[in-house]
Structures are given as C-alpha cells and as structure tokens.
C-alpha cells in the first residue's frame, strides 16, 4: 500500500479531457513537489511533468499538473490513442526521507 | 544526453546477493545528479530503492534498508547496486535512473533488466 494513491483506471474518447489525481500528505505531497511519469507499453518510464506544474522539454502543451494542499493533478486535454499507458506520481516524502510513487493509473483511450 | 545501460546476472538464487551495475555515457558521474536504481515486479508499479550522489551519500528506501549497498566507481563512470538475502520478491525489472538537483526528478533512465529469483 503505496503513501500516495491514485486511482488504477481512468480513460477516456478521443479529443476529451481526463484527470488522475495523487493524494498524499502533508510528509510528502503537502511538503514537496510533485513529479509525474508516463509508462508506455514494454518501456522505461519516462518524466512528463516535474514540480507540480513544469512540462519536461518535449512534452507536448495537452499534458498539464497541478497541485493543492496535499493532492496533486495530471491533466491530459486532446486525448489522443498515443496517450494509451500507466501514469504515475512521485514525491520525496519528508517523514520516510525517501522518494514513494503512486500506485499508477492505467490510462485506456476508448 | 545521457544513456544508462543495466547489466547483471538475470537469475539469482534466493538468499544471494543480486548485484547489479550501470554504465553512464554523455555525462561524468562525478557531477551534481543522484544516481539511483527504480524497481518494477512484473505487473505492478514503480519502486524507488535508492541513490547515491557522487560524493558519496546515499538514501535507501526504508523498508530495503539493511540490504542494500549503492556505491559509485568514478573511474569507470558506472555505479552499482548490491542487494542481499533475495527472495522471490525482489523478482523484478531494475532501472537505472539518474536524478537532477533542483529540481529533483528522474530525468534519464535505463531500459530496465529483468531480474528473477529462483532455484
């Protein structure tokens, strides 16, 4: 049981917009900035959002985070068949004083 | 750019001691970053187990404390993991990853190696 939670599923059509949600504490979340990694299919994962809110160079403008209090947000607008993968979470978590990942949220584009 | 490359045994014995390196190209190891290793049971999401920065200091997840070694050989630009006592948990894809300094993420990442421990 992982100290930050996210959801195991999410998805959505083509063109919508979707949310995955991380909620943590105030030892992680509530302390930290928040990083968010895209898995795909048979491959390392790889950095798309680091400090809550900065897109990784190269990440295309549909992929946005955010965070408040001790939850934080990756929104995915523009949803395309590409974006198809596991989407995870990370902080460093103060009380551990080691970096926890959420459990990961399996996107499924329909 | 940097590459990350994993290389290790694929098989180990339970209650041995899997020990893993990874070799670092475009970047010297002895710089600002973190160099650590990231673990995923097949099937299953992302582990953090670990870095070391160059200089030496190190973190370990809490609960693998006690058997893990990470250490950094900066004459050949690679670093290592050591971990005893495996059992059929420690079954998993190990990543090498490297971790800027403020800000902190995992910017760079190995293919992943699978390691299996079996009889």
């Known amino acids: 049981q992982s100290v930050v939670t996210q959801p195991p599923s999410a998805s959505g059509t083509p063109g919508q917009r979707v949310t995955i949600s991380c909620s943590g504490s105030?030892?992680?979340?509530?302390?930290?900035?928040v990083n968010w990694y895209q898995q795909l299919p048979e491959t390392a994962p790889k950095v798309l959002i680091y400090s809550n809110d900065q897109r990784r160079s190269g990440v295309p403008d549909r992929f946005s985070g955010s965070k408040s209090g001790t939850s934080a947000s990756l929104a995915i607008s523009g949803l395309q068949s590409e974006d198809e993968a596991d989407y995870y979470c990370s902080v460093w978590d103060d009380s551990l004083k080691g970096w926890v990942f959420g459990g990961g949220t399996r996107l499924t584009v329909l | 750019q940097v590459q990350l490359q994993e290389s290790g045994p694929g098989l180990v014995k339970p209650s041995d001691t899997l020990s893993l390196t990874c070799a670092v190209s475009?970047?010297?190891?002895?710089?600002?970053?973190?160099w650590g290793w990231i673990r995923q049971p097949p099937g299953k999401g992302l582990e953090w187990i670990g870095y070391?920065?160059?200089?030496?200091?190190?973190y370990y997840n809490p609960s693998l404390k006690g058997r893990l070694t990470v250490s950094v050989d900066t004459s050949k630009n690679q670093f290592s993991l050591k971990m005893s006592s495996v059992t059929a948990a420690d079954t998993a894809v190990y990543y090498c990853v490297r971790s800027s300094v403020s800000p902190d993420f995992f910017g760079d990442w190995g293919r992943g190696l699978l390691v299996t421990v079996s009889s």
């Open positions: 105030g030892s992680n979340i509530g302390s930290n900035p």
């Open positions: 475009g970047s010297s190891i002895a710089y600002r970053n973190w």
């Open positions: 070391i920065y160059y200089t030496g200091n190190t």
